[in-house]
């Protein structure tokens, strides 16, 4: 994809290398959780057609919270966890958040 919006460990490097660079307090542990976070955010909003409800990696799931900040649904990882997906197969992780985001808004749409 890019490094706005890495989609392997590869392009992750990459941005992980320019934002510590940029930032030396980045964390590769939580630039990790936010490419996952944002990644499923942006599916969801695209099947949701617009920012309706919110997802957040908590723990080793994402947690789906609605308009009134109530938790709507919990995702578990395929794996162990969201962090080791995305080192494992990137690609499989992004088609899981994808499928994920696309079953929260037909069910809360």
């Known amino acids: 994809m890019s490094l706005d919006y890495p989609e392997n460990i590869r392009e992750f490097e990459d941005k992980f290398a320019i934002e510590k660079a940029r ?3 980045t ?3 939580g630039l ?3 490419v996952i976070e944002d990644a499923f955010q942006g ?3 695209e099947a949701e057609e617009g920012h309706y409800d919110t997802g957040k990696l908590v723990g080793k799931e ?3 919270f609605g308009l009134n900040n109530q938790l709507l649904k919990s995702i578990p990882p395929i794996g162990d966890s969201f962090e ?7 690609d499989k992780l992004m088609w899981y958040l994808e499928d994920q985001a ?3 808004a037909r069910e809360f749409s």
């Open 27 to 29: 964390t590769r542990d």
């Open 23 to 25: 930032h030396p307090e």
């Open 84 to 90: 080791s997906d995305f080192e494992k197969d990137g």
């Open 102 to 104: 696309d079953r929260v």
């Open 43 to 45: 599916y969801l909003d």
């Open 62 to 64: 994402i947690q789906v």
């Open 32 to 34: 990790m959780k936010q």
